[in-house]
């Protein structure tokens, strides 16, 4: 069963630091390409974060640039977003997600997706 | 950076055909997928790659793109296709990943 879980979403205060994992079974995590994508309670769904199968190949949204890591480690099936400098506007559900197997990798839609580790920002 | 237009709302009768779209310059030379999400759920990829359907998702699901526009066609509406839908395009030339703003479709 093809499966992606996340975890380490709580509660921060602002200019604080969280780091998600994704834990990906089921299928070959070393294979795809992965993302991280937020959504904000009633509202819409803003992609994040991408990194190709290798790490080598990694690409920020401009409103976490500079603030935000994303890696994997393929020996453990794991993908993570250290999170820094935490705003209140980086409260949001945050989703992994795989891309799909494809010729073109940089263009292929989004095809499994965890169910989201919440973030909250507050003071 | 590129952007993405889709309506906030459309309604439609159960056995109707539901139309959503998304805007963009030249969008029918990007390739467009679409999501659909349920309250409490994480999203389902319903279109790739402009018209295909992955395995279990209805034939009644179709997509187009051409020129500024992509397509959704959700053919027989039924209440279980109430939801929100999402277009995702990539930004070729920011490498970065843009959705639409989302359309709720209503069944009446």
């Known amino acids: 069963d093809v499966r992606l879980v996340e975890s380490g979403g709580g509660l921060v205060q602002p200019g604080g630091s969280l780091r998600l994992s994704c834990a990906a079974s089921?299928?070959?995590?070393?294979?795809?390409?992965m993302h991280w994508v937020r959504q904000v309670p009633g509202k819409g769904l803003v992609w994040v974060s991408r990194i190709d199968s290798d790490g080598n190949s990694i690409t920020y949204a401009e409103a976490v640039k500079g603030r935000f890591t994303i890696s994997r480690d393929n020996a453990k099936n794991t993908l993570f977003l250290q999170m820094k400098s935490l705003r209140a506007e980086d409260t949001a559900l945050y989703y992994c997600a795989r891309t799909q197997y494809g010729s073109n990798p940089f263009r292929s839609g989004f095809d499994i997706w965890g169910q989201g580790t919440t973030v909250t920002v507050s003071s | 950076s590129y952007v993405v237009t889709q309506p906030p709302s459309v309604s439609v009768a159960p056995g109707q055909t539901a139309t959503i779209t998304c805007g963009g310059n030249n969008i029918g030379g990007e390739t467009v997928h679409w999501y659909q999400q349920k309250p409490g759920q994480a999203p389902v990829l319903v279109v790739y790659d402009d018209r295909l359907r992955p395995s279990g998702i209805p034939e009644r699901f179709s997509g187009s793109n051409s020129g500024n526009t992509a397509t959704l066609i959700i053919s027989r509406v039924e209440a279980g296709d109430e939801a929100d839908y999402y277009c995702l395009v990539w930004d070729r030339n920011n490498d970065r990943y843009v959705f639409g703003a989302g359309t709720m479709v209503t069944v009446l």
């Open positions: 089921g299928f070959t995590f070393s294979d795809y390409w």
